[in-house]
C-alpha cells in the first residue's frame, strides 16, 4: 500500500512529503498481526507484529524484551505466512 501521485501533480514540496511519509507510515501501524498466546499459567498475551517488530503485553517482555510467547507466536506465524 502507498500513495501515488498523478502526472499532472508537479513535483511535491517538501512538507507534502513528510505527510506523506507519516501517512504511509501510520497506514502500516493500522494492520499489525496480533496473535493470543496462552501463557503457562493459562492466561492469555497479546503478542504484535507491527512493522517487523515483535511485541508482548507480558511481564517478561518488559523487562528482558523477549519471551516466550513472542516465540510461539512467531512459529504460528511462519506457518501461516509461508
Ligand atoms: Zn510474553
Known amino acids: 500500500m502507498g500513495w501515488t501521485?498523478?502526472?499532472?501533480?508537479g513535483k511535491p514540496s517538501k512538507f507534502e512529503l513528510f505527510l506523506r511519509e507519516r501517512i504511509n507510515k501510520?497506514?502500516?501501524?493500522?494492520?499489525?498481526?496480533?496473535?493470543?498466546?496462552?501463557g503457562s499459567k493459562g492466561n492469555e498475551y497479546k503478542v504484535t507484529l507491527a512493522n517487523e517488530a515483535w511485541s508482548c503485553?507480558?511481564?517478561?517482555?518488559?523487562?528482558?524484551?523477549?519471551?516466550?510467547?513472542?516465540?510461539?507466536?512467531?512459529?504460528?506465524?511462519t506457518e501461516a505466512h509461508s
Open 5 to 9: 501521485t498523478p502526472e499532472w501533480v
Open 26 to 38: 501510520a497506514l502500516k501501524e493500522e494492520e499489525p498481526f496480533v496473535y493470543s498466546v496462552k
Open 57 to 77: 503485553e507480558c511481564v517478561g517482555y518488559t523487562y528482558r524484551k523477549r519471551c516466550t510467547h513472542i516465540q510461539k507466536a512467531q512459529t504460528e506465524h
